[in-house]
Every structure is written in C-alpha cells, then in structure tokens.
C-alpha cells in the first residue's frame, strides 16, 4: 500500500503538469505579443513626431504607413484566426489621412490590442485547425499567427533603418 501512494501522488503531479501546460501555448502567445506591442511602441515613441512621414527613399512607405501596414496585417490575419470581425477594414489603418504620431500610436495600439485579445479567446486545440489566407493559402491558425508575427517583425524591423536616418536612436532588442 505504501508503494502506491508515491505512484498515486507522481500521476497526480504529472496529470496536473499535463493539465497547466494545456493553456501554455496560447499563454507564450500572448507573452509574445505583450511584447511585440511594448517593443513597437517604443519604436513609435523614439521617431520624432515631425518624422512620422519620412521616407527612406521616394518609392517606399513612410514610417508611419510601415507601421499602419503592419496594424492592417495584424487585424486581418487575426480576424481570420479567429473569427472575430475586424473593427478596421483590410488596408484602412495604412489609408489613414491622419499620419501623426499621436494617432498612428493610437491605431498601432489598439491593433496590437485586438490581436492579443483575439489570442485569448483562443484555445491551444485551435491552433491546429485550419484556416484559409488570402483566398489562397492553406495552413493551420497557429502557422498564421507565426506569419503574422514574422510579418510584424519585419515591418518593424524595417523602421529601424527609418529612426536612424532621421538621426535617433532605435531602441535596444526586446527578444525576452
């Protein structure tokens, strides 16, 4: 009786480690996100109010519609994630007449706002599901979250060579 009592206490211990990692997941998701947002807002806050609207070169987007682009991307992929309908239509926030710095902060905001309350809603079972991009692309709703955080990262990324440019300084990676 005795033996048993340990094997009983150690499946309990693994069932309910089993259990806490069922939402880790969706959970490291958003951490991820949390920190996306963090990080890009410290990008918006070190451009220069008067910079929103510099252009690396002539045939690019400007910081502000990198920025506005990237909000356009994380409302649509993020709708069609999960389901839930984007309160911005496809291309809007980019389309914005309203480049400066205060609006474009507001906007990026609460595009990074839908996207980690659309991950909430989520369970780790629906990452698995599938889900159509762009009327063309097939693959799970956990491989479109990673697109879309590749696709933010970049954009970002790119905004880097913008603040540089203009004479400031990005700030330092935010990996963890």
């Not at 309908?85 to 007449?97: H, R």
Request: with cysteine; net charge negative.
């Amino acid at each position: 009786m005795q033996l048993k009592t340990p094997i009983i206490a150690l499946l309990i211990l693994l069932g309910c480690s089993f259990i806490s990692n069922a939402q880790s997941q969706i959970d490291n998701l958003v951490q991820d996100w949390e920190r996306a947002k963090a990080y890009s807002l410290e990008y918006l806050e070190v451009m220069p109010a008067d910079k929103f609207n510099f252009k690396a070169t002539p045939e690019v987007r400007s910081f502000a519609e990198q920025m506005l682009h990237l909000t356009d991307a994380n409302y649509g992929f993020t709708a069609t994630v999960t389901g839930i309908e984007s309160p911005v239509g496809m291309g809007e926030s980019e389309k914005s007449t309203d480049t400066s710095k205060e609006n474009v902060t507001k906007l990026v905001t609460a595009g990074y706002d839908f996207v980690i309350s659309g991950l909430k809603a989520l369970n780790d079972e629906q990452l698995s599901e599938q889900v159509t991009l762009f009327g063309r692309f097939e693959l799970t709703k956990g491989q479109a979250l990673s697109k879309l955080f590749e696709h933010q990262t970049h954009h970002r990324g790119q905004t880097t060579i913008y603040i540089r440019l203009v004479g400031a300084t990005p700030p330092n990676e935010k990996l963890f």
